[in-house]
Every structure is written in C-alpha cells, then in structure tokens.
C-alpha cells in the first residue's frame, strides 16, 4: 500500500474520532433540554466525567480487553492482554490494520464509542440519581462490562464466529447491539431500582409530562448527534474506501430523516400534536436502527429500516410509560428498542437478509441482553445497598445543581425552577 493512500485513511479515521467526540456535546445537549433547569450542571458535570473516565479506562484496560488477541480454539468469551496501550511491532505501519489506520488512531476511535455507552444511561437516571452512585457504576460499566461485549464481536470473540446454516457470524457494523444496546440494557435495569421521579406518575396512575425547560438545547443536541453519526458510522467502514463510506453515509442519514419523520406522523396521528420532542427522538431511532447494517443497505432499505425505527419509537415511549418507569429522555425507546430493531434488521434487509442471518441476530441480541442486564443489575443493586442510589426527596424537589454542586447553572436566571 502506497503512503499517500494510508494517509488518507488514517486521516479520515481521525476526522471520524473528533466527529464521535463531538457528539458527547450533542448527548448533553440533548439531557439538558429534555430535564429541567436546576439539574443541569448535575448533567453537564455527569457527561465530562463521562469521557474523562471513560478514555481513561480504556487506556489503563478497556482496549487489551476488548481486543485481546482470542486465538483458535479459544471460547471467546473473555480475555485481557494487559494493562496500557503500548504500540505493537507493525503498530505505525500500513501492515496494522490492512492500512486503514495506525494503533494510535485505533484506540482512540474505539475509545470514544466506549464512553458513549455510559452517556445513554445517564439520560435514562437524569434528575434523582446521587451522582457518587451514578460514577462508580459508570467507572464499572465502561471499564468492564462494555470491552468484554465489544470482544465478542470486534474483537474477534465467539459471536463472530456463531454461525447457524448458511450464515457466517454475528453482524453488527457499527454497535446497534455492542454499543447501543449495551448502554440501553444498563437504561432499564438503572430507572427500574431508581423508581420515578416525584410527579412523574399521579395517584391517580395517569402518566404526567414533566417538560424539559430547554427545547432549542434538546434540537441542536440532536442534530450534534447527527453530525456525529457521520463518524460514528462512516470510521466504522475503518478506511476512507471511496464507494463504502459514502454509501454508509447516505443509508445513515437516509434512516435518521425517515425515522424522524415517521415518529412525528405516528405521534399527530396518536396525540394529535406535532410533538417536537417524539420528532427528535425518531430521527435518534432511525440513526440507531441503521448502525449495525449501514454498510449492507440499499438507500431504499434504510429509508424502510428508518420509517419502522420511527413507529418503534412512538410505541417504545408510550411502553416505557405503560410500565411505570421514569426515562426523562427516552434513552430506553431510542438505544435499547431500537438498537434490537436495528441489529434483527440486518438478517431482514439488505445483503446478508435471510432466515439463519435472523437467527444468529437474535442470539447475539440476547446474549447481549442476558450479560448486560444481569452484570447491570447486580452492579446498581449492590451500590444501592451499600451507598443508596437516589437522593432525597428534599434534594429532588431543589434540584441537584445546589445540593451536589453548589451551583446554579443559569445563575442569574430563576424564572422556570419548575
């Protein structure tokens, strides 16, 4: 491979890295305006530490854990290569990687999809959780629990290779299920044993909307992420390849317009309004639903896979709600639904549709959820038992800012403290 042509690719993984990076603003853009105003710098501070640690983490073991070097014959199950990140031989050369990318440029691509998985729980816990509880599950989940799922499959592990009939391997391009999903399991088992928030659900049962207080901040995190998405998706093809990465860039945005536009329609056709916040949503369940086969759809599949994601949004909030549980941002409805809606339409559309691809999604989707949900559960359980995991009422009712941070986040500003 010639220097110029790796270069190129290495280069574009690096603009990618930044675009991942960038949308850690768009995730706390979008927790912000969809929460009320005396908890945002309990948000903010939640989101920074988020990345800090996360990046951390995968520098002292996320990345030896994650792709560990299984070799044949192993389970693939688990594996650690030790701690930091020395280069290898080949590392800086066009032989790592097919020259896609150097080892540098590789772990700090991965390393910013790690840090994502804990931003999707933070959405879901926003506003009551003790924000000491909120970082040691953090700390634990993405330094542990999100590398050994990603080694099943990035790393080479055993649902690469699961294979039923004529399909050959788990598929999940870009993390419907490995990182989505994995971030969406830990949503659900975290608002269950938080509970609700105070006035989220009246006496009488009915569900309460408790409004964000800034809606320009939720529409311009949405659209970060969409930006965002560009890297998330386009660095995964792993190579500035011309026909690929465009491609994977027009099925994603094709999905995430067709998803918004599908939740909005569903939603006035439910509600009878055009809710701003289900259109925004939709757009974030066509992105997640087009992740783990952006690189096998047709334009036409993604704009179908899209449309559906919408639907499943609308049904997912309206699910969540059912079920009494509080997700302030729908992270549950856009990460984990349709993370599951993504990862099976990859054995339902496009070029590796077909029943045994189905099958073997399916088993990858619950294998997933079986280790996240249970190590998820039994992570929170125990800091709830030993440190508590919510605040007081009194804490709640005043908003997290004062009582955690000492600090107002708009502090000449208290006209809306609802």
């Keep these: 491979m010639d220097s110029g042509l790796f270069t190129a690719n290495n280069v574009w993984m690096m603009v990618c890295t930044g675009l991942v990076f960038f949308m850690h603003l768009g995730f706390s853009f979008l927790e912000i305006g969809l929460t009320r105003q005396k908890n945002t710098v309990n948000i903010l501070f939640k989101n920074v530490f988020i990345i800090c640690v996360g990046i951390l983490l995968y520098y002292i073991g996320g990345f030896n ?10 389970l693939g199950f688990l594996k650690f290569a030790g701690f930091g990140i020395a280069a290898p031989e080949n590392g800086m050369t066009p032989e790592y990687a097919d020259g896609g990318y150097t080892w540098w440029t590789d772990f700090l691509f991965q390393g910013m999809f790690a840090a994502t998985a804990a931003t999707i729980v933070s959405g879901a816990v926003a506003e009551r959780i003790k924000l000491g509880s ?3 599950f ?19 592990g055993f649902l690469s290779s699961l294979s039923f009939g004529e399909a050959e391997g788990f598929y999940d391009f870009a993390g419907s299920t490995l990182v989505h999903s994995v971030g969406g399991w830990g949503a659900l088992m975290a608002i269950y044993l938080l509970g609700a928030r105070i006035g989220k659900f009246g006496e009488d049962g009915k ?13 311009a995190g949405v659209l970060i992420l969409w930006l965002g998405w560009f890297g998330f998706n386009g660095g995964s093809v792993l190579s500035a390849d011309p026909e690929l990465t465009s491609l994977v860039l027009v099925t994603t945005s094709l999905a995430a317009a067709a998803g918004g536009v599908s939740a909005f329609v569903t939603s006035f056709f439910a509600y009878k309004n055009f809710d701003l916040t289900m259109f925004l949503n939709g757009i974030l369940g066509g992105l997640v639903g087009i992740t783990a086969g952006a690189d096998q759809m047709s334009p036409n599949e993604a704009v179908i896979i899209g449309l559906l994601a919408g639907l499943i949004i609308v049904a997912g909030v309206a699910l969540i ?24 339409a990859v054995g339902i559309f496009g070029q590796l549709a077909g029943f045994d691809q189905f099958l073997v999604q399916l088993a990858g989707v619950g294998a997933a959820a ?11 359980f125990v800091i709830k038992k030993v440190s508590g995991l919510r605040v007081s009422e009194e804490e709640e009712l005043e908003g997290l800012d004062i009582h955690e941070h000492g600090m107002d986040a708009y502090a000449d500003f208290r006209m809306n403290q609802h």
């Design 134 to 136: 909120f970082m040691v």
């Design 65 to 74: 854990l994650m792709y560990p070097g299984f070799e044949d014959g192993d």
């Design 138 to 156: 953090t700390i634990i989940y993405v330094g542990l629990i999100y590398p050994i799922v990603g080694s099943w499959q990035w790393g080479s």
């Design 321 to 344: 709600d059912k079920l009494k549980l509080d997700d302030p941002v729908g992270a549950v409805a856009v990460h984990l639904i349709c993370g599951i809606w993504g990862t099976l």
């Design 370 to 380: 079986t280790f996240c949900s249970l190590t998820a559960f039994i992570i929170l």
């Design 207 to 219: 569900t309460k909307a408790i409004p964000g207080h800034n809606l320009p901040l939720a529409a």
